[in-house]
């Protein structure tokens, strides 16, 4: 699911180790609705890959292709649907790879991202949780039927070339040179596949709470380990693991996480993204959090973006921002009116909306339901050009909560008028 890629990391570890000097933030910046429960992503080039699950067969899961090209409103370009269930997915080359819940693997010809296309498969037999590939070889995680390695030099006809049958395997595989990392529940195994054909255990270490998501970074692990937080483990010994060092935040419950420079990025099942510092793996400490109100769950991390999978709101596009940038952004004045989405979205009980002024106008930013009908007026006086944001708290003019649902909110400054949708749940 999340290849390891020494180039990438080469050019971003400078970024981020500057980064770490200062104070940072998680910013969102765009939002996709796939229509579905999106539960893995995978980035290549300027395309987001989105696995969409279902909960029975031929009830709408498959693959979404989304254009990230522009971050601020990425757009679906592509989609295949298919008969199972995607709960995972990664990319190499031409071709996506999607670990099908109930049909196995199944391998999506991607070189033209608007038609992609399935031109091969591999029933696992049992349920295919997760994926990721390596070289020539896909290494499929099956509940029922343990580690399966697919020979998909040929993606056509993917053949099985070798298998690990331990006690059930879960979600949760890295593989990185010649070592497999996979989850069985509790225990993070490391397994030799230098030899494809003969894979073998050469450690295991077993956690207190389940294991949902494993990254590898140098001579350590980081697993998700369900409401244990992140769980950080030396593994320059297979055969003599530690834990190091762990990171428990309140009503959090990880589900995934992906590690880049000094941050590891840590999703909860309970929703929402924390960014942890982990420069010293001893002492994790944390940076900032964003709250995303649905199960969040996979998430890669490309350049300064870091893009979320969730459950039933689609993929969402966060950035990575010193402070003390955005402070300066606020000192450089717009070029256009501009009304940007709130966030977060959907929220409970408060959300932001922000807006950009070129030249001093009357502004009028106001609620509305979807009848028309208006709930609160937030600002309605003369502003300077800038930047500005307010918040509001989900109540009417009276100060009574508004029930959830679909709100309308309006910005007009001067004779420009533009409105956007929110969500509203408590």
């Given at each position: 699911?999340?290849?390891?890629?020494?180039?990438?990391?080469?050019l971003l570890i400078p970024v981020l180790q500057i980064l770490a000097q200062e104070n940072v933030k998680l910013q969102l910046v765009g939002r996709y609705d796939t229509k579905g429960y999106a539960r893995d992503v995978?980035?290549?080039?300027?395309?987001?890959?989105?696995?969409?699950?279902?909960?029975?067969?031929?009830?709408?899961?498959?693959?979404?292709?989304?254009?990230?090209?522009?971050?601020?409103?990425?757009?679906?370009?592509?989609?295949?649907?298919?008969?199972?269930?995607?709960?995972?997915?990664?990319?190499?080359?031409?071709?996506?790879?999607?670990?099908?819940?109930?049909?196995?693997?199944?391998?999506?010809?991607?070189?033209?991202?608007?038609?992609?296309?399935?031109?091969?498969?591999?029933?696992?037999?049992?349920?295919?949780?997760?994926?990721?590939?390596?070289?020539?070889?896909?290494?499929?995680?099956?509940?029922?039927?343990?580690?399966?390695?697919?020979?998909?030099?040929?993606?056509?006809?993917?053949?099985?070339?070798?298998?690990?049958?331990?006690?059930?395997?879960?979600?949760?595989?890295?593989?990185?040179?010649?070592?497999?990392?996979?989850?069985?529940?509790?225990?993070?195994?490391?397994?030799?596949?230098?030899?494809?054909?003969?894979?073998?255990?050469?450690?295991?270490?077993?956690?207190?709470?389940?294991?949902?998501?494993?990254?590898?970074?140098?001579?350590?692990?980081?697993?998700?380990?369900?409401?244990?937080?992140?769980?950080?483990?030396?593994?320059?010994?297979?055969?003599?693991?530690?834990?190091?060092?762990?990171?428990?935040?309140?009503?959090?419950?990880?589900?995934?996480?992906?590690?880049?420079?000094?941050?590891?990025?840590?999703?909860?099942?309970?929703?929402?993204?924390?960014?942890?510092?982990?420069?010293?793996?001893?002492?994790?400490?944390?940076?900032?959090?964003?709250?995303?109100?649905?199960?969040?769950?996979?998430?890669?991390?490309?350049?300064?973006?870091?893009?979320?999978?969730?459950?039933?709101?689609?993929?969402?596009?966060?950035?990575?921002?010193?402070?003390?940038?955005?402070?300066?952004?606020?000192?450089?004045?717009?070029?256009?009116?501009?009304?940007?989405?709130?966030?977060?979205?959907?929220?409970?009980?408060?959300?932001?909306?922000?807006?950009?002024?070129?030249?001093?106008?009357?502004?009028?930013?106001?609620?509305?339901?979807?009848?028309?009908?208006?709930?609160?007026?937030?600002?309605?006086?003369?502003?300077?050009?800038?930047r500005y944001e307010v918040m509001w708290d989900g109540r009417d003019e009276s100060g009574q909560e508004v029930a959830s649902g679909v709100y309308i909110y309006q910005l007009r400054a001067g004779e420009f008028v533009q409105t956007r949708k929110m969500i509203l749940m408590r």
């Amino acid at each position: 699911m999340k290849r390891y890629n020494l180039i990438f990391i080469s050019l971003l570890i400078p970024v981020l180790q500057i980064l770490a000097q200062e104070n940072v933030k998680l910013q969102l910046v765009g939002r996709y609705d796939t229509k579905g429960y999106a539960r893995d992503v995978f980035v290549s080039g300027i395309y987001a890959y989105v696995a969409d699950e279902s909960f029975a067969p031929n009830q709408g899961g498959g693959l979404r292709v989304i254009d990230i090209s522009n971050p601020n409103s990425p757009i679906q370009v592509g989609s295949i649907d298919i008969s199972g269930s995607a709960e995972a997915v990664d990319v190499s080359g031409s071709y996506a790879f999607i670990a099908d819940w109930y049909y196995g693997l199944r391998v999506i010809d991607v070189s033209n991202p608007q038609t992609p296309n399935e031109i091969g498969n591999y029933d696992t037999k049992g349920n295919a949780a997760d994926i990721e590939v390596s070289g020539s070889f896909a290494y499929v995680t099956d509940t029922k039927y343990g580690l399966r390695i697919i020979d998909v030099s040929n993606p056509g006809t993917p053949q099985e070339t070798g298998y690990y049958y331990p006690p059930t395997l879960q979600r949760g595989i890295f593989i990185k040179g010649n070592y497999a990392y996979v989850n069985s529940g509790k225990t993070l195994r490391i397994l030799d596949v230098s030899d494809p054909t003969v894979p073998r255990e050469l450690g295991f270490y077993t956690t207190n709470y389940e294991i949902h998501g494993i990254f590898i970074y140098n001579n350590y692990a980081f697993l998700a380990n369900d409401v244990n937080g992140l769980l950080i483990l030396d593994i320059s010994n297979p055969v003599n693991i530690s834990v190091i060092g762990q990171y428990t935040p309140s009503s959090f419950s990880a589900f995934d996480v992906y590690v880049a420079g000094n941050y590891a990025y840590v999703t909860s099942s309970y929703g929402g993204l924390h960014l942890v510092d982990i420069s010293n793996p001893y002492s994790p400490k944390p940076v900032s959090a964003y709250t995303l109100y649905a199960p969040s769950w996979g998430v890669f991390v490309s350049v300064n973006y870091i893009y979320v999978a969730t459950h039933n709101l689609g993929l969402y596009i966060l950035k990575l921002e010193s402070i003390t940038d955005i402070e300066q952004d606020k000192n450089i004045l717009p070029q256009q009116i501009r009304l940007f989405q709130n966030y977060p979205n959907p929220f409970n009980p408060t959300t932001t909306i922000t807006y950009e002024l070129p030249r001093t106008c009357e502004v009028n930013v106001t609620i509305y339901n979807t009848l028309g009908q208006k709930i609160r007026t937030l600002v309605r006086k003369q502003q300077t050009a800038g930047r500005y944001e307010v918040m509001w708290d989900g109540r009417d003019e009276s100060g009574q909560e508004v029930a959830s649902g679909v709100y309308i909110y309006q910005l007009r400054a001067g004779e420009f008028v533009q409105t956007r949708k929110m969500i509203l749940m408590r």
